[in-house]
């Protein structure tokens, strides 16, 4: 499993709102000067360059200088470093639970242990979602359950 460290998707957040202002064919400063805030030429850089870390106030304000959701933002930037995180789960202890709310998991473990994934796997977060509606829960609710019959490991 890889790991990304939120510096990188820091960097992935600045890459694309840069390339958010520059398909627009705006500058900084041009867009400092209509939004009516001259120090907003170096908050942008800094965003962009992921020299200094935003809040999310900040995220919410830059995705209001291009129309966008935060979240569409942050998808754009998981996509630019092919963020899957995965949630590594037992899947032996997983295919032989005995709770009914989890036989839906347990088939899904047992195809990927029949599949030569084992004895531990990561579910990403397709598979989690997928599973924790075929079990009729939420993922959190699927990923609590987990931890107690399949010791979990993010």
């Given at each position: 499993?890889?790991?990304?460290?939120?510096?990188?998707?820091?960097?992935?957040?600045?890459?694309?709102?840069?390339?958010?202002?520059?398909?627009?064919?705006?500058?900084?400063?041009?867009l400092a000067t209509w939004s009516g805030d001259p120090a907003l030429t170096r908050t942008l850089?800094?965003?962009?360059?992921?020299?200094?870390?935003?809040?999310?106030?900040?995220?919410g304000d830059a995705c209001q200088l291009y129309q966008l959701r935060p979240s569409e933002l942050l998808a754009r930037a998981e996509r630019r470093i092919c963020w899957n995180p995965a949630l590594t789960v037992d899947l032996v202890a997983l295919a032989a639970t005995r709770l009914d709310t989890l036989r839906p998991a347990a088939r899904v473990a047992g195809n990927m242990l029949d599949?030569?994934?084992?004895?531990?796997?990561?579910?990403?977060t397709n598979v989690l979602a997928a599973t924790a509606d075929r079990c009729?829960?939420?993922?959190?609710?699927?990923?609590m359950l987990l931890s107690t019959e399949a010791p979990v490991r993010p």
């Open positions: 499993m890889t790991t990304t460290d939120t510096g990188e998707l820091a960097h992935a957040v600045g890459a694309e709102l840069q390339r958010q202002r520059e398909s627009r064919g705006w500058s900084r400063p041009a850089r800094t965003w962009e360059k992921a020299s200094r870390s935003m809040s999310l106030r900040q995220l599949a030569g994934i084992g004895p531990t796997g990561g579910l990403s009729r829960l939420s993922v959190a609710h699927l990923i």
